[in-house]
């Protein structure tokens, strides 16, 4: 843990002092990220390279930037759902908002087709944010759980739109509006890596600011970072508002290269938890990486690709996501520091001196 928050009382409407925030240098507290993110770096190289050999045409430039396009929702989804869940909280709206961010556009264009793409996207965004502002307020407002809140908002967004399209979205979408999913921008980069790179950086540049920091410290004791003068239910609410934001951007990058469906998202949101979790967030908050969450969206996407190039069926990866998960969840828990105090006895070379202790 990286973030010290200072229990005394502030004076009210004073900002956090950043001394009392974050005692570290952004350097060790980058260290620090590549240090608690090496297992999943660990595991996407290992997989790429499994890939790579039952795939041999697989790192050529087309077939690697596809997969990279494939993957570039799941990323996206996996950023704001960090967001959300090292705030101490979950979204499982995410899927929902895909779907019907893909169905509304395409309606809308049934009933304008002359409406330019930049109208459309900007609607998108907008919804998306206004969605994730719903779910932040009754969450911290209403004091609803969150994962009973995104719930709720899942089984309403989801009925919405089959009560629209009685299953059945109409409309098309057209090629000036799908070119940011399917359509290349420069050379050989399609459009959707260049967007999912966007949000990388984004994401990472929130996560160094005092934002980011803030967002931790609420996620590992909201109490502390109330007294030390985090206005946590403000932090909260604009991390719901971010992750509405990114299930708007990955409806554009699906409804690009899948065209419609009334079940275009369906399965995003357990797969962007998955993806959190793979990269070694913290279910309940307060620790992880954004960067090592984005390479456990990639190393999922990475697995079911190579079970798919094995002949397993896709039917299996929801089984696949729920071991991923149950494990992961089952070696966090896990109390490292006494296991290894335990067998440091039998096992000399695991004894480590403390720092400033000589042998």
Not at 144 to 160: D, K, N, Q, R, Y
Request: charged share 15%; proline share 5%.
């Amino acid at each position: 843990m990286v973030h010290t928050l200072d229990k005394r009382r502030r004076a009210p409407g004073a900002s956090p002092d950043p001394h009392l925030v974050a005692r570290t240098t952004p350097a060790r507290r980058f260290a620090a990220s590549l240090r608690a993110g090496a297992p999943v770096y660990l595991l996407l190289a290992v997989l790429l390279i499994a890939l790579g050999i039952e795939d041999p045409t697989f790192f050529r430039p087309d077939p690697f930037l596809a997969f990279l396009k494939r993957s570039a929702p799941l990323v996206v989804l996996a950023a704001g759902q960090y967001l959300v869940i090292v705030s101490g909280g979950y979204d499982l709206s995410v899927g929902a908002l895909v779907t019907v961010g893909v169905v509304v556009t395409a309606e809308t264009y049934h009933a304008f087709p002359g409406a330019h793409w930049t109208i459309v996207v900007a609607v998108l965004l907008i919804g998306g944010a206004f969605v994730g502002l719903i779910n932040g307020l009754v969450t911290t407002v209403l004091r609803v759980p969150s994962f009973i809140a995104t719930l709720g908002m899942t089984l309403i967004l989801e009925g919405a739109v089959f009560y629209w399209t009685q299953g059945s979205p109409s409309g098309i979408l057209p090629d000036d509006f799908r070119r940011i999913g399917r359509s290349i921008a420069f050379g050989s980069v399609p459009w959707a890596v260049l967007v999912c790179v966007a949000v990388g950086v984004v994401a990472v540049v929130l996560m160094r600011s005092n934002f980011g920091r803030t967002l931790v410290a609420t996620g590992d004791n909201a109490e502390a970072a109330g007294l030390a003068g985090v206005r946590v239910l403000r932090v909260r609410v604009l991390a719901f508002v971010l992750s509405g934001t990114a299930a708007a951007v990955a409806a554009i990058l699906v409804g690009g290269f899948s065209g419609v469906s009334a079940q275009a998202g369906r399965g995003y949101e357990f797969e962007a938890i998955t993806a959190v979790v793979l990269g070694g967030v913290a279910l309940g908050g307060g620790s992880g990486s954004v960067v090592a969450a984005m390479a456990g969206a990639l190393s999922l996407q990475t697995l079911f690709t190579l079970l798919n190039l094995r002949g397993v069926s896709n039917a299996l990866e929801t089984t696949v996501q729920g071991v991923i998960v149950i494990t992961a969840v089952a070696l966090g828990a896990v109390d490292w520091s006494r296991l290894r105090a335990r067998v440091s006895p039998h096992l000399p070379f695991l004894s480590r001196p403390s720092r400033g202790e000589s042998r």
